[in-house]
């Protein structure tokens, strides 16, 4: 470029001299060693692992809740908070299962779960509703704590539904901690006095009431733990969730991990799924109203944003609690704050019928048409030996890159985990993929391009099996 040599070298001695302070030895030493550290205990210890992550944001749940999805894929179990078997944090149970512990709950306090579980060391476990209410009545345990418990599910083996529970809990607690008062002062009246059945010590009246509605428990749980426990309420609706989503959360964390939410601010129309927590209107700049939606699919919770027509058309039709389908145009506000700019909000299709309709709407279909990130290849293939041509006739030309067969769908996390192999080899060989279930060839965004080294080559091929790479 007719440098001359000497500015050339004072130019990368100086770069030189930059990297060595901007990243010196030593620091890099130390993430790599913490970094071999923790990949050693989440390979030979993952159950003790992940409850150590998960313990870190146990005072924010929501950042915990994706941690807790990723326990799924590694075969780990989470447990549901008991007052029997919890304690204070996240704790391993068994080899491959987590408990969630009790102070993660919405008003409880460590030192109070610490008075309870001090109790249960000395007594035993605790043997029913009843007992669980006299021997708590005993510390410092609260009554909003207990409703706590019951909503989050910790109270369950008592074989009482948790209406009944909350009931008696407002009834009798009060009565429970007021007679221990009063024992503990030395005030017993007259009548108690008289009266046998104090000798025997306290006891209560179990109410009974219908169980709270599925929707309503889901929500409770939601409330006290942060997330759901006995099921999700978009799980009655995964097959068309599956079928019409075409952007989730995480997908959203894939991009934050890599680096890359910067890329996301490229107004692409996308499909989301959800369940609408809450609604609230605010004012632009401008002084025209807007409308804030706090929206949660299976994998965390997201804004969806609505404005001028859109904002008249839907937001007396949209209720917090509901499942909805969300076509928008997804942006980045900030460096890493997503948003999606909400175009049709779509009630969730409770029948094939309904959903068939629903994919002949032209914004719906035009997002479907580049479900996660990838469009029909328009360029001649010529396939290997073991891959099918689903075009047909002669082939026309070859193909000047690296060929991928999948047995699989776009949906699978092993296709996501693949997706994400690709773009950690980045380079500028072509990818394309053929899919078993109806031969048709997607070419993968640029951003998957593969180097063409012959390591990486080998590290691909060993994900997808022998017989199903070619270049």
Known sequence: RNIAKEK??????DMQS???????????????????????LKCYYPT?????????FRFNIAAAAWYINCCGSMG?????????????????????????????????????VQDMTDERDEHGEYKSFEDFLVRCAKTDVKRNMLESFVLASALDWTGINRASMIATIRTEFEKLTG??????????????????????????????????PDAVKLQHEK????????????????KYVDRFSTFTMLDLKEYSDQGRMASLNDDKTVVMSGIVMSKKLRTTKNKTSMCVLAVEDMFGQYEAVLFGRILDEYLRIVEPNEAYLLVGKRRVRGEDSFSLSVDEIIKMPASDEAANEIEKKANVS????????????????????????????????????LKILFDGKTTDSKYRRLLNLLC????????????????????VDPVCYVSSDPEVIGIIRDFVGEGNIVI
């Open 76 to 112: 780990i179990k989470i447990l549901p908070p008991d007052v029997n078997k919890s304690r204070a944090k996240f704790a391993p149970e068994g080899e491959n299962a987590i408990r969630i512990g009790l102070s993660v709950l919405k008003n409880v306090g460590e030192g109070s």
């Open 18 to 40: 930059f990297a060595n302070y901007a990243f010196n030895k030593s620091h890099a030493a130390a993430y790599a060693l913490v970094g071999y550290y923790t990949a050693y």
């Open 366 to 401: 035009a997002a479907l048409a580049t479900r996660n990130r990838f469009v029909k290849s328009d360029i001649p293939q010529k396939p290997a030996k073991q891959f099918s041509n689903p075009q047909g006739g002669q082939n026309r030309q070859a193909f000047n890159g």
């Open 179 to 212: 007679s221990n008062n009063r024992q503990v002062e030395g005030q017993l009246s007259l009548f108690e006095m008289n009266d046998d059945s104090s000798v025997a010590g306290p006891s209560i009246r179990i109410a009974h009431f219908d169980e709270y």
């Open 223 to 238: 409330d006290i733990v942060g997330i759901y426990l006995s099921g999700h309420p978009l799980s009655a609706y995964s």
């Open 48 to 56: 003790e692992f992940m409850a150590a992550i998960m313990n870190s």
């Open 424 to 443: 950690y080899f980045h380079g500028n060989l072509p990818v394309d993929i053929e899919f078993v279930s109806d031969g048709s060839v997607v070419r």
């Open 8 to 13: 050339a070298e004072k130019l990368f001695d």
